[in-house]
């Protein structure tokens, strides 16, 4: 069967998943179950899937996801994470929206030095959200959504 045919029948599958009123992300994991038994050898696919899944969380680069978190956590606790964004913030100055230049900032510093931009999202998160909204930031910007209106 030729690619393209391939392609109308999981799109027209999807779209009727979707019109069906299936959320999402249920939808496309539908569709995930019917390729990998369709294009993967049946059931064998399943345990292909399985083992590589096992593989990728087997993986020792994601230990310092939850230490990252955990230091998030004692920063925010503690309120050391506070004290260290006051000074900074005296430090940079009146400059507008210094809070998120200053989130981006130390984000980048902390992706860099540590390798792992998950643990640093994290921990920064659990920092800077609060203190954001406290200060009477929009929450939409405090989150980095960028879908509302810049007006609101």
């Known amino acids: 069967m030729e690619w ?3 392609l109308i ?11 069906s009123g299936m959320p999402v992300a249920f939808a496309f994991i539908t569709m995930n179950f019917i390729g990998i038994y369709t294009w993967m050898g049946g059931t064998k696919g399943f345990i292909i899937v ?7 969380l087997n993986n020792f680069l994601l230990v310092p996801v939850p230490l990252f978190v ?6 925010f606790h503690s309120g050391a994470g506070w004290l260290v964004i006051d000074a900074l913030d005296r430090w940079i100055g009146r400059i507008p929206g ?35 909204r406290r200060r009477g930031y929009n929450k939409a910007m405090s989150l980095g959504d960028c879908t509302n209106n810049i007006a609101n």
Request: aromatic share 10%; hydrophobic share 65%; glycine share 8%.
């Open 70 to 75: 955990l230091m998030g956590m004692i920063l």
């Open 50 to 56: 399985v083992k590589s899944a096992f593989q990728m």
């Open 98 to 132: 210094r809070l998120s230049v200053l989130a981006v900032a130390a984000g980048t510093a902390f992706a860099v030095e540590s390798g792992v931009p998950m643990g640093t999202t994290a921990m920064l998160g659990t920092v800077m959200m609060p203190e954001m």
């Open 9 to 19: 029948i999981v799109w027209s599958l999807i779209l009727i998943l979707f019109l």
């Open 4 to 6: 393209y045919y391939i």
